[in-house]
């Protein structure tokens, strides 16, 4: 940080324009400070004219950027380093961990709302109509080379049928529901618990899906349920389900969406373990999770750095991308820890296999929340 030394002399700063105590928190000050001791603000008595207040906003914004920028280069050419450099004390070269996580996964989180990429899986949803279509006559025409692909290929079709025969048994059940909602409401409270629920999940599946009801409320005043907390989240619940049916490429963007805030939950409980394997070292919990932090910001800005190379390019990077993460994290842990590579490569396939069990259910609860709150 050769910049944040040369303290400058001049306009504003020059010994004429010193004062005796800091007008920012009132620590007495010597003519020769040029900053206060106490909380670094320049030791200036001049009035700010428009220049002073323009290159008082450049230089915040410029130590701000080479502070990133140098955090940035760190984690790139120094993989683990930067982390053992921040724990000993070296820190106002770089960027606040946490901060430059947040800022990286807000940066992260608005490039992958942009772009909504699984919106065009909304054709899956069951509005979506499927054309009529004849497979029987296309199937007839088509030559086959022996009969029995032929045959292969009419056994399909057989599933297939059999598939709507499902679909036509669940129509079946809605218009029983529909033929008498409030006496096929009381009668699922004789069902056991998870069965009461599963009962009334379809029940309001089916009245929102054909019976046009839109709040809890109306159906309460409709078919006389109970307004308690039960029946109210079933409703939700239920509304939810259906939802996600309709657009499943809408709910999957929103669950992405939601992955970058996730990490900040996730991170403390994996840092746990690292802790763990690394019980010997002497390296505080907080070590740990500045490491972990590190490494998901070099994943973060790997990632971006991946959508912007395939929206120019027109390619699929995040692959090649994500192996070239797995790399720099084997490199980090040799330079953090300092461990030789036998040791490393165990622990590196240790804490990556419980990095998926946990991601797992991370992405579980994500999901569940999800469903929940949809
Ligand atoms: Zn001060």
């Given amino acids: 940080m050769k910049n944040k030394l040369t303290v400058k002399t001049t306009g504003r700063y020059k ?3 010193r004062g005796v ?4 928190c009132g620590h007495s000050l010597d003519l020769s400070d040029k900053y206060c001791p106490n909380c670094s ?3 200036s008595t001049k009035k ?3 220049l002073d ?3 008082e906003f450049f230089t915040n914004i410029l130590s701000y950027d080479s502070k990133v920028l140098q955090t940035l280069a760190a984690l790139l050419l120094r993989p683990g380093k930067i982390t053992r450099e921040y724990i000993v004390g070296k820190r106002l070269s770089y960027t606040n961990p946490f901060r430059f996580l947040l800022s990286l996964s807000i940066i992260y989180f608005l490039l992958i709302s942009y772009n909504n990429e699984f919106e065009s899986w909304n054709k899956f949803g069951s509005s979506g109509n499927t054309p009529a279509f004849n497979f029987q006559d296309r199937i007839e025409n088509i030559e086959f080379d022996n009969e029995e692909e032929k045959k292969i290929a009419l056994a399909a079709l057989d599933s297939l049928k059999n598939r709507s025969a499902i679909g036509s048994i669940l129509n079946r059940r809605d218009s029983v529901i529909l033929a008498n909602p409030k006496k096929h409401f009381k009668a699922i409270k004789e069902e056991d618990l998870i069965g009461k629920y599963l009962g009334k999940i379809e029940f309001f599946s089916t009245v929102i899906k054909k019976d046009t009801i839109y709040s809890f409320q109306e159906s309460v005043t409709k078919y006389e349920i ?3 907390t039960e029946n109210k989240m079933a409703f939700n619940l239920s509304n939810s389900l259906v939802e996600i049916k309709k657009r499943p490429g809408t709910f999957i963007n ?3 969406s939601k992955s970058p805030f996730a990490t900040f939950f996730f991170l403390p409980f994996f840092s746990l373990y690292i802790w763990m394997v690394y019980i010997r070292k002497k390296y505080t919990y907080t070590d740990h999770l500045i490491f972990s932090f590190h490494n998901q910001s070099l994943l973060f800005i790997l990632l971006i750095i991946s959508y912007l190379i395939n929206a120019v390019f027109n390619v699929r990077s995040e692959g090649l991308f994500l192996l070239i993460f797995a790399f720099y994290l084997y490199k980090a842990m040799r330079n953090f820890y300092q461990q030789g590579r036998f040791k490393t490569i165990v622990k590196y ?3 990556n296999s419980i990095f998926f069990i946990l991601g797992a259910i991370a992405i579980i609860i994500l999901i569940a929340a999800s469903v929940f709150t949809y």
Avoid: G, R
């Avoid at 105590?21 to 920012?24: D, F």
């Fill in 41 to 43: 603000q320049a030791n």
């Fill in 254 to 256: 929103t669950l992405i």
């Fill in 53 to 55: 207040f323009f290159e």
């Fill in 15 to 17: 010994l004429q324009h």
């Fill in 226 to 228: 109970p307004p308690d």
């Fill in 48 to 50: 700010l004219t428009l």
């Fill in 349 to 351: 396939i240790f804490l």
């Fill in 21 to 24: 105590y800091c007008l920012n």
